[in-house]
């Protein structure tokens, strides 16, 4: 399961930085949704994939036996998870706004001022 999980990781990251190369904002924004599921996936499979109990100790013992789910990962992926649904939200509405004003996705005619002073 996790040689599968690490190949998919493999696969976003290699999907996101493509999609970021190229000219259109729609598919920037794609790529970077695509490297952001990426580092999700790695920071879960780095938390090892284990079924086990809740971290919980007991009371009358000191440390924890046994196999048990580590609450760290999960709790920084909900947290990144978060994080990249507002920024995506922000992205899209931004995307929207430039759309509206030049008509056109293209990322080389974002800056036509800077064109017209170059000649």
Do not use: W
């Amino acid at each position: 399961m996790e040689v599968v999980l690490a190949v998919l990781i493999g696969v976003f990251y290699a999907a996101g930085i493509f999609m970021m190369l190229r000219r259109s904002m729609v598919k920037l924004l794609v790529g970077l949704i695509l490297l952001g599921n990426g580092a999700n996936l790695l920071i879960f499979l780095l938390g090892r994939i284990t079924k086990g109990k809740p971290p919980v100790i007991p009371d009358p013992a000191k440390v924890i036996e046994g196999a048990y789910a580590d609450p760290i990962p999960q709790a920084l992926i909900l947290t990144a998870i978060v994080i990249s649904f507002g920024l995506q939200s922000f992205a899209i509405i931004l995307l929207k706004q430039v759309h509206n004003e030049i008509a056109c996705d293209d990322l080389d005619q974002l800056n036509p001022i800077a064109e017209e002073e170059d000649i």
